[in-house]
């Protein structure tokens, strides 16, 4: 079955930098696009970045952009996010999924992996 595990995250200051790795497997990987999201509680997952399946194709949510890097090794069936100048605002848990811009599978997320950004 189609699964994510999602890592990396932690405990950071502001200003600080976190990689996040997705680990996929169940479809094949480089058929898909890829993306991450991100929730607080209380509030909807909402989409941060994607990536297509070539690695292209890459969008970013407005309060990310300049800020984190989103990018993927079919080789290794992983996709990562890169997060730079990280901000209280970014303090959330975050998800992957397969497709670019919207979830394919959304009865399959991750546990996720929580990043908070305080000093």
């Known amino acids: 079955q189609v699964k994510f595990v999602e890592s990396g995250g932690g405990l950071v200051q502001p200003g600080g930098s976190l990689r996040l790795s997705c680990l996929a497997s169940g479809f094949t990987f480089q058929a898909y696009g890829m993306s991450w999201y991100r929730q607080t509680p209380n509030k909807e997952r909402v989409f941060v970045a994607g990536?297509?399946?070539?690695?292209?194709?890459?969008n970013y949510a407005d309060s990310v952009k300049g800020r984190f890097t989103v990018s993927r090794d079919n080789a290794k069936k992983t996709a990562y996010l890169e997060m730079k100048d990280l901000k209280p605002e970014d303090t959330a848990m975050y998800y992957c999924?397969?497709?670019?811009?919207?979830?394919?599978?959304?009865?399959?997320w991750g546990q996720g992996t929580q990043v908070t950004v305080s000093s």
């Open positions: 999924n397969g497709g670019s811009v919207t979830p394919v599978w959304v009865e399959s």
């Open positions: 990536v297509d399946f070539r690695g292209g194709g890459i």
